[in-house]
Each structure stands twice: as structure tokens, then as C-alpha cells.
């Protein structure tokens, strides 16, 4: 299509309509992350439990990711860096 306001404007309108019957419409592209995460709060299905089973904390990924791995089995390690 043309690559303008008025087109851009009916694409939005066209999209969110869709959103409000299937949030997971256009491959899931408008899925908030927090949904992979920790499941969708309004949507209460026991046999749809979050995608993640391991959420590793930015604040201490290093330590988090290299214990995740040991528990793997996996020879795995992020090493610690400190911007100068």
C-alpha cells in the first residue's frame, strides 16, 4: 500500500479491531513480552501456563544465567564486564 498518514491511520484502526477478537493475530508480533513471560493474567487456562520456566533478573544475570546452566549440565558461562 502507499506509505502515508491516511494509510497508516486505517492499517492501526484495521489491526487493533483485529487485536480485540484474537490478541494473538499477525504472529503473535503484538503479544506484549510480559505474556511469554509470565502467562497472560486476564486469560485464566491452566493448560496455557507462561512460555518461561527460568526468568533470569537483569540486576544479576551473570550469577543467574552460569547457575542455570550448571543445572543443565550445559558448559555454558557469561563472564562479567564493567563499561569504562
Do not use: I
Amino acid at each position: 500500500g502507499k506509505c502515508n498518514s491516511t494509510e497508516y491511520a486505517a492499517y492501526v484502526a484495521k489491526t487493533l479491531a483485529e487485536l480485540r477478537s484474537d490478541p494473538y493475530e499477525n504472529n503473535c508480533h503484538f503479544v506484549p513480552q510480559t505474556v511469554y513471560v509470565f502467562g497472560n493474567s486476564s486469560v485464566k487456562n491452566p493448560t496455557n501456563p507462561p512460555f518461561c520456566q527460568h526468568v533470569l533478573k537483569q540486576e544479576n544475570l551473570t550469577v543467574a544465567f552460569n547457575t542455570l546452566m550448571a543445572q543443565f549440565g550445559l558448559p555454558l558461562e557469561l563472564e562479567k564486564h564493567s563499561n569504562p
